[in-house]
């Protein structure tokens, strides 16, 4: 069983929509939660990041974490075409490696 | 923008050349990693470093060697590259804290022909 699984999409939503994209994990030890952006022909850059359980909003975008059901999720509001890239998911405990998920291509269409 | 660098961007070369991916961080992270990217597969770690003279497999099997001989330096070298090493290679760095927030370059696209 992988440790992150991740729905690759694609997705794709007219500008303004409201995106969801979302993680599954299986290792109920995992601690901290990433999401990573990344655009075509780049490496990741770190878009959000949270410890433990809860909510966590900057700007257009909310990171939420459900520790109890094994799933994070983030929400993109007033959806622009510059979110348009890969979505990655990770996560990991203190101190060690993170494991990542396969990523969610979104494409947010003028 | 992360502080991280990688070179070559692209890189195309013939069967059984060997192969150095250069990469460098100016942060002074201590921790330094190697990832694997293939189109819609997670990233794999293949290598990493908690600091000089210190370096370990990752859970990706790799023909793949490396070195931390400075903070700054963490080099990738294939002795004799195959085809089956075409991917995408990402380096990334992390300042060894607990919450471990990694910094990635903007990758080497490696095809052996």
């Known amino acids: 069983q992988k440790e992150v699984e991740q729905d690759p999409g694609p997705l794709s939503v007219p500008e303004g929509a409201i995106v969801s994209l979302n993680c599954t994990y299986s290792n109920s030890a995992f601690q901290y939660f990433m999401w990573y952006r990344q655009y075509s022909r780049k490496g990741p850059e770190l878009l959000m990041y949270t410890y433990s359980s809860g909510n966590k909003e900057d700007g257009r975008f909310t990171a939420q974490v459900d520790k109890s059901s094994k799933y994070i999720s983030l929400f993109i509001r007033d959806s622009q075409p510059s979110d348009s890239a890969t979505y990655l998911c990770a996560m990991g405990l203190t101190g060690n490696q993170f494991y990542f998920g396969t990523g969610t291509s979104l494409t947010v269409i003028p | 923008e992360a502080d991280i660098y990688q070179t070559p961007r692209y890189l195309v070369i013939g069967t059984g050349k060997k192969i150095t991916l250069e990469c460098s961080q100016t942060?002074?992270?201590?921790?330094m990693y190697w990832y694997q990217q293939d189109p819609g597969m997670e990233l794999h770690l293949i290598h990493y470093s908690y600091g000089v003279n210190s370096t370990e497999k990752g859970d990706l099997s790799s023909e793949s060697t490396v070195s931390r001989i400075r903070t700054e330096h963490f080099p990738l070298t294939l002795e004799s590259a195959r085809p089956s090493h075409t991917s995408q290679y990402l380096c990334?760095?992390?300042?060894?804290?607990?919450?471990?927030?990694?910094?990635f370059g903007a990758g080497t696209r490696l095809s052996v022909l």
């Open positions: 942060m002074g992270h201590d921790k």
């Open positions: 990334a760095s992390s300042l060894g804290d607990n919450l471990n927030i990694q910094y």
